[in-house]
């Protein structure tokens, strides 16, 4: 045992790396112990270990799909919209590429989401649907994201983010003036926004202020704490990118990657995060431990709407 620890204790933390074998794919979600893997373009689902073996689970070959959205994974659950030249359709498979159930056809279908209940939710058609029946009317042909608690869904405009309850008794317009992107939820109350200027809010009922820059936020629970990536561009393509965690009050940290990658798309995960690489598409594990990582106070980029600022401290 005594030589089992010295050997333990050489290796020390486990280094960035990439999935062998992986390449081709636009994003990477935690699924059990492996990760649901979209090819590029919306082509299929591949379901990849962390040896690198993958499963295909679904192409759009002879599926009557000229491409899938984003999937949404869920206890074992997978649910996208399927995009057809005339109709959509929101399928739900099981990790075997079994298909489950399916809604539709729809003239136009979003990304879907679930609940922490195991509910599924997606617009459709203008409204706000939950396992084809219509919950919400009139929000328009804009994917919504769905609350953990099931009771609220927020969705961006042109100009700011609605956020609503599903009960349609109350809806909100915030972040108006300027367009924002698909948010994330922290839990039943809070959000993570991005805008296309490169900052990230927290939306908090009326509340709202910048917290980090960067785009594709993933909320990490077990480190209270996001993972973004921070890209730069020619006008055409990505040409650098990093991954950055950042807490709430402020504080940030660079998360390593492989040498000569370009990580993109995060996701936490429970070894830190993991993100796909922008040049090659390979999956890519990103270990982070936020109590050896070394914080460092960030100013936020204005300009800020009136009454919101980045003015928090670092935790």
């Not at 219509?134 to 042909?141: H, K």
């Not at 890209?231 to 965690?245: A, C, E, L, N």
Request: proline residues 8%; glycine residues 14%; aromatic residues 6%.
């Amino acid at each position: 045992m005594p030589h089992v620890l010295i050997a333990l204790m050489a290796l020390g933390a486990p280094a960035p790396s990439s999935i062998p074998g992986t390449g081709g794919f636009m994003s990477a979600v935690p699924a059990g112990d492996g990760f649901l893997c979209m090819t590029w373009a919306g082509q299929g689902l591949v379901l990849v270990s962390a040896d690198g073996a993958g499963r295909v689970l679904f192409e759009i070959r002879n599926s009557g799909y000229e491409s899938i959205s984003e999937p949404a994974f869920s206890s074992g659950r997978i649910a996208f919209a399927g995009r057809g030249p005339t109709t959509d359709e929101v399928v739900v498979m099981d990790t075997t590429g079994a298909r489950l159930d399916s809604y539709g056809p729809y003239s136009s279908a979003g990304r879907p989401s679930w609940d922490s209940f195991g509910r599924l939710w997606y617009q459709a058609d203008g409204c706000l649907m939950s396992e084809g029946g219509i919950v919400l009317e009139g929000i328009g042909d804009v994917a919504a994201v769905i609350s953990p608690t099931g009771k609220r869904a927020a969705w961006p405009l042109e100009s700011g983010l609605v956020v609503a309850d599903v009960s349609g008794e109350g809806a909100d317009t915030l972040l108006s003036g300027f367009p924002v992107l698909l948010p994330v939820w922290i839990d039943g109350s809070r959000l993570l926004v991005p805008d296309l200027g490169g900052r990230i809010w927290l939306v908090q009922g009326a509340e709202a202020s910048v917290v980090a820059e960067g785009e594709s936020p993933a909320w990490d629970p077990a480190s209270t704490g996001l993972f973004s990536a921070r890209t730069t561009d020619d006008g055409m393509s990505i040409t650098s990118s990093r991954i950055v965690f950042s807490t709430l009050g402020g504080a940030a940290a660079d998360v390593g990657a492989p040498p000569g990658t370009m990580p993109v798309r995060p996701e936490a995960c429970g070894m830190g995060a993991a993100a796909v690489d922008a040049s090659s598409g390979a999956v890519l594990l990103l270990p982070f431990d936020r109590e050896d990582a070394v914080l460092r106070k960030t100013r936020l980029r204005g300009p800020f709407p009136p009454g919101q600022d980045s003015s928090a401290a670092a935790d």
